[in-house]
């Protein structure tokens, strides 16, 4: 039985080995190989795959010596941890998307390159761009990105839901008290039931998805120069807001769903509730859902209180130091943040471009559009743009709504610990 | 217990053991039986209920959808596994077996302070080790290739106990019979001893194939693109591009994953046993 | 035939011995040097600071936060973990084919592969859709029903543990019938012609001489369970509200997630020292315990 296995082993490992070899030749002409880190993924949608596959094919017609390794790594806090041990490593990619969440932990460690000189070689139009996304990676004069896609964070609604309710479709400018009186009606409970059929409302513990309500209420996190907590996370209008979002879950609006991306059904498509805070990438996954109708599906900007403001998320392209082919690195970032790309993406709606141009010219292509680009004016960028590890305080502010939500800390003091939790993160990375 | 003598009550304590036994076998394998269930359910839409259990279609087309997807190449992560294991495990048998019988058979100076070393240094908690290992390997230029998979585990102190307890208890006389002959010790271990270490050997291999095919930490810490990534290390990556799981395809990327192991382990667990009672009892 | 003192056995050990030196003792000897830096592996500069990183660590709530969850978690997985393998054991001592079928399927979870076995208990673990929650509706237990077991900061490290018994229960359950085969016929013989029961036997004989075998997974089992970080990593990633961040994931995220290589090292050191004391401190339990059965 022994010599068995060895035998089977041997055939497998000889089988492997070759396959390594076959490999190797293929890196031998003078076609140059460029490591890409992204944040894709697996995907079951076959049409996000098969633009996916297009854009590819697209690049090899277009560059034919230049080949492209894509390395995907899924989940946005798991993506910058692995690119940043990249780095550790000494084996960065030569090319990697650069989320704004985590900008300035790449940039403010020295690990990309300006990208001023090419620019300014080619006498590239950076004027398409539009110029909040695209300052997003500058650093005084210097820049380390090209913006690719952004988006937003807009409220998404239910149409059918309201309309059965009796009430109107919310509109830009609508306030906290118009958003908690919808909620409640949108909200079914029939007797008896254990706990409510549809809730008004899907309230996270994710901070990226609700410190919007912190600034609606004209309260921060950090202090405008990023290095406290004090006096922002503990303040009064933050304290205010965290209870009112909390209080969302607490009084049956929003249901108990931490863990409801690991569920693998979006609350949202299926019914549950009525309203969600998510980005424009959340048309893919509903366009392809069997259980709403797009028809259904309504896109309004976010309820304010003191300011009308939402959070913009972006993503672009850097090149790395150490990055051997420079002049190829330039040319996918070109193409990935040019305008054939751009509308494929576009065309796939993950988001909405940062080439102006091209994201007005998909201003009519479906009826939400226009509320995502009018809304881009009310935009600001998260703190991970000037923050380094900002992912960590986003942790401790995860952690945080847990404690309020589930932990029955009284919010004042689950706010006050993770100030001074986020204190000793800023000062450890002095 | 089998020593006491059969009373009225037997049958009743028999059968109510039987029922016990199966009742546990049952939660044992019933994780393993929902995963392939679930796996079989449809990729699209809701998740798999248990009140739903059987799906109404057998979606075996999961399989082909895990085994093509390009972002998580299976295939690839399979062959990194096993050619890593395959040198792991060679290695191990010869290294260990090598220090085994130089504990268990030979005397030299500083032998069992030596082995003292061997022993304690299984007591080191991986955390204290692994980040000098990234840095050390990293100085190497290891990272991300076979070697930085492979050189660290090709000896392990655990495989030396495992083979020095055996070869304790192999007789003597055979050594000295065979020294006699002219035989030097390389020659002895080679010839007299190896061969009747058969069964240790195969324990030791076992073990050491178990625990290099499950490794997660480090090769999630030493390898950092898609194509150098272990089939543990593959399978944890398996999310879609929101992170989010899908857990038909999940499942049936696990089922794929623990098909060798338990294959192997079927095949061999007898050795594994063995292995178990001897370094445990002995110990 | 006296054998004398050879070199050649060194030159057995000799290829173990650099292998260790370069990949377990090195390692050591530096991890001590960088937990005595601020050694931030992105940052050019990586001073020396003596003991700051110890003592930082020491006022660290998190930090104590997560040895305690550690010990939470040893405290409950372990014992329950030995208590059922034992019973188990007991249940499949007969060396029959059904009963080394039996075997092998208590075995199975513990040669799996931890990630999947970590995905399929978060699957059952789900509210709605898992396998727990769907028992409970069915045994007519709503008011349980419905809970996000991985995510609530009560119940969230009683499920790991709970998963934990399930892995661990194959290995031990082996070591304690090789402990049982140990024990001597005649003693059950003796027991039995001076009229002892079922349990006065288990009690005064089975259990004592298995006590080195009990000794043996006791201290092995805690070693390992001090150490735990697979699971977490794939389950909870240390939340609900840091209830399941445990030193190992702890340790992870510092070295891992923030790069304070320096920090994670000295926080690694007071792990390895904390499971030196336990260790002990089983010992001395255990020896006790020995000298007491001995007397008898």
Not at chain 2, 34 to 54: D, E, V
Not at chain 3, 205 to 234: K, W
Not at chain 3, 238 to 251: A, E, L, Q
């Given at each position: 039985m022994r010599s068995h296995l060895i035998w089977i082993f041997s055939v497998i490992v000889v089988l492997s080995v070759g396959g390594c070899a076959h490999q190797r030749n293929a890196f031998d002409s003078k076609i140059i190989y460029l490591h890409v880190s992204d944040w894709g993924g697996a995907s079951a949608d076959p049409r996000y795959n098969r633009i996916?596959?297009?854009?590819?094919?697209?690049?090899?017609?277009?560059?034919?010596?230049?080949?492209?390794?894509?390395?995907?790594?899924?989940?946005?806090?798991?993506?910058?941890?692995?690119?940043?041990t990249e780095f550790v490593a000494g084996i960065p990619p030569d090319v990697m998307q650069l989320d704004d969440a985590s900008a300035a932990s790449f940039i403010d460690n020295n690990t990309l390159v300006d990208l001023t000189p090419f620019i300014q070689k080619e006498h590239f139009n950076l004027l398409r761009y539009y110029p909040n996304v695209l300052d997003i990676a500058r650093r005084g004069k210097r820049l380390y990105a090209l913006p690719s896609d952004f988006t937003p964070m807009m409220m998404y609604y239910n149409k059918k839901f309201f309309r059965e309710a009796g009430l109107h479709y919310p509109r830009d400018g609508w306030t906290w008290n118009d958003f908690l009186h919808d909620a409640q009606k949108l909200t079914v409970w029939p007797k008896g039931a254990y706990q409510p059929t549809r809730y008004g409302f899907l309230a996270e513990n994710w901070m990226p998805g609700w410190i919007v309500w912190i600034w609606q209420n004209g309260g921060d996190v950090l202090s405008p120069n990023g290095q406290t907590a004090s006096g922002y996370m503990d303040s009064p209008a933050t304290i205010q807001a965290v209870r009112f979002f909390a209080d969302l879950e607490k009084n049956h609006l929003a249901p108990n769903l931490s863990a409801s991306q690991a569920q693998g059904e979006d609350p949202f498509a299926s019914g549950l509730v009525a309203m969600t805070i998510s980005g424009h990438w959340d048309l893919v996954p509903l366009r392809a859902s069997e259980t709403i109708s797009m028809n259904n599906v309504g896109v309004v900007g976010l309820p304010q209180n003191k300011r009308q403001v939402t959070?913009?998320?972006?993503?672009?392209?850097?090149i790395t130091k150490g990055c051997k082919h420079p002049h190829a690195a330039w040319e996918y970032v070109k193409f990935m943040c040019g305008d054939y790309v751009q509308k494929m993406k576009a065309k796939l709606g993950i988001g909405i471009s940062a080439i102006k141009s091209v994201a007005e010219s998909y201003r009519n292509s479906n009826p939400l559009e226009p509320e995502f680009l009018d809304n881009i004016k009310y935009g600001i960028a998260p703190w991970g743009t000037r923050v380094e590890n900002y992912d960590v305080i986003e942790d401790i502010g995860t952690e945080m709504m847990d404690e309020v939500l589930i932990g029955h800390v009284p919010t004042e003091r689950a706010l006050k610990t993770a100030t001074a939790r986020a204190n000793a993160e800023l000062e450890s990375n002095e | 217990m089998k020593q006491h003598k059969p009373n009225r009550f037997y049958w009743i304590i028999s059968i109510f053991k039987l029922l016990m036994v199966l009742v546990i076998a049952l939660f044992t394998f019933a994780p393993f039986l929902w995963m392939l269930i679930a796996s079989l359910h449809p990729s699209h839409g809701s998740p798999p209920t248990p009140s739903h259990l059987m799906p109404k279609v057998w979606h075996w087309d999961n399989y082909r959808t895990v085994l093509t997807m390009d972002s998580v190449p299976f295939v690839r992560f399979f062959l990194n596994s096993l050619l890593v294991t395959f040198f792991v495990v060679i290695c191990q048998l010869l290294l260990c077996s090598l220090a085994g019988y130089g504990f268990a058979r030979l005397s030299f100076p500083g032998r069992d302070w030596l082995f003292v070393l061997f022993l304690a240094s299984m007591m080191i908690p991986g955390q204290v080790t692994v980040i000098p290992l990234f840095l050390l390997v990293r100085s190497f230029g290891?990272?991300?290739?076979?070697?930085?998979?492979?050189?660290?585990?090709?000896?392990?102190?655990?495989?030396?106990?495992?083979?020095?307890?055996?070869?304790?208890?192999?007789?003597?006389?055979?050594?000295?019979?065979?020294?006699?002959?002219?035989c030097n010790d390389l020659a002895i271990y080679w010839r007299v001893s190896m061969p009747l270490a058969r069964p240790a050997l195969a324990t030791l291999g076992i073990f050491a194939f178990i625990s290099t095919w499950t490794d997660f930490f480090w090769p999630l810490l030493a390898t950092t693109t898609t194509n150098m990534r272990t089939l543990e290390v593959g399978l944890s990556l398996f999310k879609d591009s929101f992170g989010n799981t899908n857990w038909p395809l999940q499942m049936a990327a696990s089922?794929?994953?623990?098909?060798?192991?338990?294959?192997?382990?079927?095949?061999?667990?007898r050795y594994l046993i063995q292995g178990i009672a001897l370094t445990g009892l002995k110990g | 035939m006296k054998r004398?003192?050879?070199?050649?056995?060194?030159?057995?050990?000799?290829?173990?011995?650099?292998?260790?030196?370069?990949?377990?003792?090195?390692?050591?000897?530096?991890?001590?040097?960088?937990?005595?830096?601020?050694?931030?592996?992105?940052?050019?500069?990586?001073?020396?600071?003596?003991?700051?990183?110890y003592v930082v660590l020491f006022h660290d709530p998190l930090f104590w936060n997560a040895?305690?969850?550690?010990?939470?978690?040893?405290?409950?997985?372990?014992?329950?973990?030995?208590?059922?393998?034992?019973?188990?054991?007991?249940?499949?001592?007969?060396?029959?084919?059904?009963?080394?079928?039996?075997?092998?399927?208590?075995?199975?979870?513990?040669?799996?592969?931890?990630?999947?076995i970590s995905m399929v208990w978060t699957f059952i673990y789900l509210p709605d859709h898992g396998m727990i929650d769907w028992m409970l509706r069915s045994m007519g237990m709503h008011q349980w029903a419905h809970t996000d077991w991985l995510e609530d900061p009560f119940w969230?490290?009683?499920?790991?543990?709970?998963?934990?018994?399930?892995?661990?229960l194959g290995p031990r359950m082996i070591l304690y019938l090789a402990g049982l085969t140990g024990i001597p016929n005649a003693l059950y013989e003796a027991a039995e012609i001076d009229g002892a029961g079922y349990w006065a036997t288990f009690r005064h004989i089975t259990l004592p001489l298995l006590l080195p075998t009990t000794f043996f997974i006791l201290v092995t089992s805690s070693i390992g369970a001090l150490q735990i970080f697979t699971p977490i990593y794939m389950m909870t990633k240390g939340g609900p509200m840091w209830k399941t961040d445990v030193v190992g994931y702890h340790i992870y995220t510092e070295a891992w997630r923030q790069f304070h290589m320096g920090m994670a090292s000295a926080q690694s050191y007071v792990l390895f020292l904390v499971i030196l004391v336990i260790t002990v401190i089983q010992f001395k339990m255990v020896s006790k315990g020995l000298e007491e059965y001995s007397l008898q």
């Amino acid at each position: 039985m022994r010599s068995h296995l060895i035998w089977i082993f041997s055939v497998i490992v000889v089988l492997s080995v070759g396959g390594c070899a076959h490999q190797r030749n293929a890196f031998d002409s003078k076609i140059i190989y460029l490591h890409v880190s992204d944040w894709g993924g697996a995907s079951a949608d076959p049409r996000y795959n098969r633009i996916q596959d297009e854009i590819m094919a697209e690049w090899n017609r277009r560059h034919p010596n230049i080949r492209i390794v894509p390395e995907h790594i899924p989940g946005s806090s798991a993506y910058v941890s692995k690119v940043l041990t990249e780095f550790v490593a000494g084996i960065p990619p030569d090319v990697m998307q650069l989320d704004d969440a985590s900008a300035a932990s790449f940039i403010d460690n020295n690990t990309l390159v300006d990208l001023t000189p090419f620019i300014q070689k080619e006498h590239f139009n950076l004027l398409r761009y539009y110029p909040n996304v695209l300052d997003i990676a500058r650093r005084g004069k210097r820049l380390y990105a090209l913006p690719s896609d952004f988006t937003p964070m807009m409220m998404y609604y239910n149409k059918k839901f309201f309309r059965e309710a009796g009430l109107h479709y919310p509109r830009d400018g609508w306030t906290w008290n118009d958003f908690l009186h919808d909620a409640q009606k949108l909200t079914v409970w029939p007797k008896g039931a254990y706990q409510p059929t549809r809730y008004g409302f899907l309230a996270e513990n994710w901070m990226p998805g609700w410190i919007v309500w912190i600034w609606q209420n004209g309260g921060d996190v950090l202090s405008p120069n990023g290095q406290t907590a004090s006096g922002y996370m503990d303040s009064p209008a933050t304290i205010q807001a965290v209870r009112f979002f909390a209080d969302l879950e607490k009084n049956h609006l929003a249901p108990n769903l931490s863990a409801s991306q690991a569920q693998g059904e979006d609350p949202f498509a299926s019914g549950l509730v009525a309203m969600t805070i998510s980005g424009h990438w959340d048309l893919v996954p509903l366009r392809a859902s069997e259980t709403i109708s797009m028809n259904n599906v309504g896109v309004v900007g976010l309820p304010q209180n003191k300011r009308q403001v939402t959070v913009i998320y972006e993503s672009g392209y850097a090149i790395t130091k150490g990055c051997k082919h420079p002049h190829a690195a330039w040319e996918y970032v070109k193409f990935m943040c040019g305008d054939y790309v751009q509308k494929m993406k576009a065309k796939l709606g993950i988001g909405i471009s940062a080439i102006k141009s091209v994201a007005e010219s998909y201003r009519n292509s479906n009826p939400l559009e226009p509320e995502f680009l009018d809304n881009i004016k009310y935009g600001i960028a998260p703190w991970g743009t000037r923050v380094e590890n900002y992912d960590v305080i986003e942790d401790i502010g995860t952690e945080m709504m847990d404690e309020v939500l589930i932990g029955h800390v009284p919010t004042e003091r689950a706010l006050k610990t993770a100030t001074a939790r986020a204190n000793a993160e800023l000062e450890s990375n002095e | 217990m089998k020593q006491h003598k059969p009373n009225r009550f037997y049958w009743i304590i028999s059968i109510f053991k039987l029922l016990m036994v199966l009742v546990i076998a049952l939660f044992t394998f019933a994780p393993f039986l929902w995963m392939l269930i679930a796996s079989l359910h449809p990729s699209h839409g809701s998740p798999p209920t248990p009140s739903h259990l059987m799906p109404k279609v057998w979606h075996w087309d999961n399989y082909r959808t895990v085994l093509t997807m390009d972002s998580v190449p299976f295939v690839r992560f399979f062959l990194n596994s096993l050619l890593v294991t395959f040198f792991v495990v060679i290695c191990q048998l010869l290294l260990c077996s090598l220090a085994g019988y130089g504990f268990a058979r030979l005397s030299f100076p500083g032998r069992d302070w030596l082995f003292v070393l061997f022993l304690a240094s299984m007591m080191i908690p991986g955390q204290v080790t692994v980040i000098p290992l990234f840095l050390l390997v990293r100085s190497f230029g290891w990272l991300n290739t076979y070697w930085a998979l492979i050189v660290p585990g090709i000896s392990s102190a655990f495989g030396i106990f495992l083979m020095r307890q055996f070869f304790m208890t192999l007789p003597k006389d055979l050594d000295d019979a065979a020294r006699i002959d002219g035989c030097n010790d390389l020659a002895i271990y080679w010839r007299v001893s190896m061969p009747l270490a058969r069964p240790a050997l195969a324990t030791l291999g076992i073990f050491a194939f178990i625990s290099t095919w499950t490794d997660f930490f480090w090769p999630l810490l030493a390898t950092t693109t898609t194509n150098m990534r272990t089939l543990e290390v593959g399978l944890s990556l398996f999310k879609d591009s929101f992170g989010n799981t899908n857990w038909p395809l999940q499942m049936a990327a696990s089922v794929l994953v623990l098909l060798p192991v338990i294959i192997i382990f079927l095949l061999a667990q007898r050795y594994l046993i063995q292995g178990i009672a001897l370094t445990g009892l002995k110990g | 035939m006296k054998r004398k003192h050879s070199k050649s056995g060194l030159w057995f050990i000799f290829p173990s011995f650099v292998h260790l030196s370069i990949f377990v003792l090195f390692p050591i000897v530096f991890a001590l040097f960088l937990s005595l830096h601020r050694w931030d592996v992105l940052k050019p500069d990586k001073p020396w600071v003596g003991l700051a990183n110890y003592v930082v660590l020491f006022h660290d709530p998190l930090f104590w936060n997560a040895m305690g969850n550690s010990l939470y978690y040893v405290a409950f997985s372990v014992p329950l973990g030995m208590i059922v393998a034992l019973g188990v054991a007991l249940l499949v001592q007969q060396n029959t084919r059904g009963m080394q079928a039996l075997r092998a399927i208590y075995y199975l979870p513990a040669v799996s592969s931890t990630v999947a076995i970590s995905m399929v208990w978060t699957f059952i673990y789900l509210p709605d859709h898992g396998m727990i929650d769907w028992m409970l509706r069915s045994m007519g237990m709503h008011q349980w029903a419905h809970t996000d077991w991985l995510e609530d900061p009560f119940w969230a490290m009683p499920a790991l543990i709970f998963m934990s018994i399930w892995t661990g229960l194959g290995p031990r359950m082996i070591l304690y019938l090789a402990g049982l085969t140990g024990i001597p016929n005649a003693l059950y013989e003796a027991a039995e012609i001076d009229g002892a029961g079922y349990w006065a036997t288990f009690r005064h004989i089975t259990l004592p001489l298995l006590l080195p075998t009990t000794f043996f997974i006791l201290v092995t089992s805690s070693i390992g369970a001090l150490q735990i970080f697979t699971p977490i990593y794939m389950m909870t990633k240390g939340g609900p509200m840091w209830k399941t961040d445990v030193v190992g994931y702890h340790i992870y995220t510092e070295a891992w997630r923030q790069f304070h290589m320096g920090m994670a090292s000295a926080q690694s050191y007071v792990l390895f020292l904390v499971i030196l004391v336990i260790t002990v401190i089983q010992f001395k339990m255990v020896s006790k315990g020995l000298e007491e059965y001995s007397l008898q």
